[in-house]
């Protein structure tokens, strides 16, 4: 059974950081890719970012784009999320999430098989 642990959520001030993991189990599984996904009270689940596994091809909304970074460590089965410039709005439950299957919809959590349990982010002004 494929499993998804978060970690690295907290209290941050505006303007700080936080480095989201979430390793992923069995090791091997095969997977073409990995995303970060946020949910903010009352709100719709969210893309955040999505690197593909082989090749390493990232993505990113605008919304983040240049504050936050997606990166991969294959031998340690984890994908990480570098989450720079903070700032309130980015409050939310970040998710970790796992495409078994090319899709064309890296931005689309209807596209994933997998989902981690979520890690909390508060970012106060």
């Known amino acids: 059974q494929v499993q998804l642990v978060e970690s690295g959520g907290g209290l941050v001030q505006a303007g700080g950081s936080l480095r989201l993991s979430c390793v992923a189990s069995?090791?091997?599984?095969?997977?073409?890719?990995m995303g970060w996904f946020r949910q903010a009270p009352g709100k719709e689940r969210e893309f955040v970012a999505a690197i593909r596994w082989s090749g390493g091809s990232i993505y990113y909304p605008d919304s983040v784009k240049g504050r936050f970074t997606i990166s991969r460590d294959g031998a340690k089965s984890t994908v990480y999320l570098q989450m720079n410039s903070l700032k309130p709005e980015d409050t939310a439950v970040y998710y970790c999430?796992?495409?078994?299957?090319?899709?064309?919809?890296?931005?689309?959590?209807?596209?994933?098989?997998?989902w981690g349990q979520g890690t909390q982010v508060t970012v106060s002004s």
């Open positions: 999430a796992a495409q078994i299957k090319y899709s064309g919809r890296d931005y689309s959590a209807n596209d994933y098989d997998y």
């Open positions: 069995p090791r091997t599984f095969s997977r073409y890719a």
